[in-house]
């Protein structure tokens, strides 16, 4: 039988098995591993299927058997549960930025040649200055078309008196046509494993700043509590204790201590 998968923008694919054990690798599960669980979830799919459900059972497995890997396989709808929970995915970015050295500013109002501008992220380092345009979708299947990178690429030109380069960062992935547009102009992007090996992924994974969306310990009220108050990784649970989640998080300490066992699977 072959099993048709609906994607989240609407398009119908057939079932590629090296796909969804890619996305398990990826996440640090042995690949024997990952072809194993894979197995099994295929044993009770469906004639069509969406990613999202593939995805939710891959989950569950991942959290029964391997529940630190669970955390790194939820990634990506981890950070699209930032924006609507009161958390601006620039400042979240530019957390990503400081980790890797570069002195930041969000939300930085400055006079254009032709227009005034506020821009989402200046960030510094090398000597060279960046505008960093971040564009965060939460809708599943969203891509960041050639549209927003000519907006950017305009923004730039008006603004290049103060800037070196300018920069796209989205949660999502590109459209070919704005990466072929960015790589035209010289612009740099950060998108959903996009570059390879540089995308916004690889960069929360070689920083360790996983938003505490990952956690499943975290209930609604709990996390709007803590991302209201500035907590917005587990490194910044890392440092709290036990009395200081619960005071913030709104919770009692035996909750507070679950969140908090669950949040260390991913410290070094």
């Not at 990178?149 to 800037?163: K, P, Q, T």
């Not at 929360?204 to 938003?211: A, C, G, N, Q, S």
Request: proline share 4%.
């Amino acid at each position: 039988m072959t099993v048709e998968v609906v994607k989240a923008s609407g398009e119908v694919e057939p079932y590629r098995r090296d796909k969804a054990v890619a996305s398990l690798v990826r996440c640090g599960v042995p690949r024997g591993e990952a072809s194993a669980l894979v197995a099994e979830v295929e044993r009770e799919l469906p004639q069509r299927v969406t990613t999202h459900e593939i995805h939710r059972r891959l989950e569950s497995l991942l959290r029964e058997r391997h529940p630190a890997h669970a955390l790194r396989y939820a990634l990506r709808r981890a950070i699209m549960r930032l924006g609507p929970e009161g958390y601006p995915f620039e400042k979240y970015f530019a957390k990503v930025l400081s980790k890797l050295g570069y002195h930041t500013w969000t939300n930085v109002a400055l006079e254009g040649r032709c227009a005034d501008h506020e821009v989402d992220i200046v960030a510094e380092r090398g000597g060279r200055r960046y505008m960093i345009e971040c564009k965060y979708h939460n809708a599943p299947g969203t891509r960041t078309d050639l549209k927003v990178a000519l907006y950017v690429y305009a923004r730039f030109l008006d603004l290049r008196d103060y800037f070196d380069e300018a920069w796209i960062v989205t949660n999502t992935k590109l459209t070919l046509e704005a990466i072929k547009y960015v790589e035209c102009v010289g612009m740099q992007a950060v998108a959903w494993r996009y570059p390879e090996g540089r995308g916004l992924e690889a960069l929360i994974e070689e920083t360790r700043l996983y938003p505490i969306t990952v956690l499943s310990s975290l209930g609604d009220d709990a996390r709007r509590r803590l991302l209201a108050s500035g907590y917005v990784t587990l490194e910044d649970l890392w440092r709290m204790s036990v009395e200081e989640i619960a005071s913030i998080a709104g919770v009692g300490e035996e909750e507070a201590e679950e969140i908090l066992e669950e949040a260390r699977l991913l410290k070094p």
